[in-house]
């Protein structure tokens, strides 16, 4: 009895951090249908066609960063790629040594003195490891991911955003991102592709000229599945992270908590789509969901936008994480919502239309 009274409150406690935001907008369906083949003519390239894209498949890595480039210059911005070398750890096998790039463009904003937001996704994929939830060793030879939803997903909807926003006046500038080596070995390291560019914009820019900056990961999955992988982490249940599939979650830690729920209230005023604030306290690696880190390491407030991953899904770092398995109506009316936001957060007057 002792014990149902400590974690009682406990239990209190972990729900208070999440917070679901209803639609207060006037409900209209969006028509998805462009925006869905849009989405799907992304994920299939890095899917399918590229596949597995990490410094242990150079070529596909090198051909998954050239697409984005060739994106990001058909809808007319600047392409800045950003070099950074691997250093020679043991760990890294035979990456170390290899360069690796992040991918900027800019949005300018109408007002010069108006802060910056940051957009950003990260295109590697898994490599293969001995379980899905480990940070290494690396097994070279073995098969990684494909990895439509990881990150497929988040890479469609950084490119989707980019198209629909180029030539939308907005009076806070924009900075799209496309992030090398999130994933292990190199997640929460100095190698990490947010972490370079984190420190790079910081020392740019400065932190009072940056409004804040989220993560597209793994937006894909909106339909029940078999899900073993949840149960290796049952305490998302307790902070709100349910076992459902009618809502996208926007992840922080605490110290992006009020820019978090200001963007999720802000999503809930321009989409009928249901979104979930979920916050954490920075305990462990685990906790801060993908490159939202990197800028919360640098005092910039940061979230991840999220199906939840793992906690939805079991193709998760698995070989069956394939762009088939995506739900693509979902996901664009997502995308569409979150363009919407964005707009809002960054004084655009026009509503979001699909671009042609």
């Given at each position: 009895?002792?014990?149902?009274?400590?974690?009682?409150?406990?239990?209190?406690?972990?729900?208070a951090?999440?917070?679901?935001?209803?639609?207060?907008?006037?409900?209209?369906?969006?028509?998805?249908?462009?925006?869905?083949?849009e989405?799907?003519?992304h994920v299939?390239?890095?899917a399918?066609?590229?596949?597995?894209?990490n410094?242990?498949?150079?070529?596909?890595?090198?051909q998954?960063?050239?697409?984005?480039?060739?994106?990001f210059e058909?809808?007319?911005?600047?392409?800045?790629?950003?070099?950074?070398?691997?250093?020679e750890?043991?760990?890294y096998?035979?990456?170390?040594g290899?360069i690796?790039?992040?991918?900027?463009?800019r949005k300018?904003?109408?007002?010069?003195?108006?802060?910056?937001?940051?957009?950003?996704?990260?295109?590697?994929?898994?490599?293969g490891?001995?379980?899905w939830n480990?940070?290494?060793?690396?097994?070279?030879?073995?098969?990684?991911?494909?990895?439509?939803?990881?990150?497929?997903?988040?890479?469609a909807?950084m490119l989707?955003l980019a198209?629909?926003?180029?030539?939308?006046?907005?009076?806070?500038?924009?900075?799209?991102?496309?992030?090398a080596n999130?994933?292990?070995?190199?997640?929460?390291?100095?190698e990490m592709?947010?972490r370079?560019?984190?420190?790079?914009?910081?020392?740019?820019?400065?932190?009072?000229?940056?409004?804040?900056?989220?993560?597209?990961e793994?937006m894909?999955?909106?339909?029940?599945?078999v899900?073993?992988?949840r149960?290796?982490?049952?305490a998302g249940?307790l902070v709100?992270?349910?076992?459902r599939c009618d809502?996208?979650a926007?992840?922080?830690?605490f110290?992006?908590?009020?820019?978090?729920?200001?963007?999720?209230?802000?999503?809930?005023?321009?989409?009928?789509?249901?979104v979930?604030?979920?916050v954490?306290?920075?305990?462990?690696?685990?906790?801060?969901?993908?490159?939202?880190w990197?800028?919360m390491?640098e005092?910039?407030?940061?979230?991840?936008?999220?199906?939840?991953?793992?906690?939805r899904?079991?193709?998760?770092?698995?070989t069956s994480?394939?762009?088939?398995?995506l739900?693509y109506?979902?996901?664009?009316?997502?995308?569409?919502?979150v363009?919407?936001?964005?707009r809002?957060?960054?004084?655009?007057?026009?509503?979001?239309?699909?671009?042609k």
């Open positions: 009895m002792k014990a149902l009274h400590f974690l009682c409150p406990i239990t209190l406690l972990l729900a951090c999440t917070q679901l935001f209803q639609p207060t907008g006037d409900g209209a369906i969006p028509r998805t249908e462009s925006t869905e083949q989405l799907r003519t299939s390239m890095l399918e066609t590229i596949g597995e894209r410094h242990y498949h150079k070529a596909a890595y090198a998954a960063a050239q697409y984005i480039c060739d994106e058909q809808y007319g911005y600047k392409v800045d790629k950003q070099a950074y070398r691997i250093p750890k043991e760990e096998k035979s990456a170390a290899q690796a790039y992040n991918i900027e463009v300018e904003g109408t007002d010069p003195q108006a802060p910056w937001l940051i957009i950003g996704a990260h295109y590697d994929t898994r490599v490891m001995k379980r480990v940070h290494g060793p690396v097994i070279e030879g073995k098969t990684g991911t494909p990895g439509a939803n990881d990150n497929a997903s988040g890479v909807a989707y198209k629909q926003l180029r030539h939308v006046p907005t009076r806070n500038g924009i900075i799209f991102v496309a992030y999130e994933e292990a070995p190199f997640f929460q390291t100095d592709g947010s370079q560019h984190a420190r790079k914009i910081v020392n740019e820019l400065g932190k009072e000229r940056i409004m804040g900056m989220f993560t597209l793994s894909g999955i909106y339909s029940p599945r899900n073993k992988k149960r290796t982490a049952i249940s709100g992270i349910l076992d809502y996208v926007f992840m922080s830690t110290s992006g908590k009020a820019y978090s729920r200001s963007c999720a209230e802000t999503f809930a005023s321009v989409s009928r789509f249901p979930r604030s979920v954490f306290g920075y305990l462990t690696r685990g906790i801060a969901w993908s490159d939202d990197a800028y390491k005092g910039i407030p940061s979230f991840a936008i999220t199906d939840t991953a793992y906690m899904c079991d193709d998760y770092h698995e994480d394939t762009a088939n398995k739900d109506r979902e996901f664009a009316e997502v995308c569409i919502g363009d919407a936001m964005v809002k957060l960054t004084g655009a007057t026009l509503s979001p239309t699909p671009a």
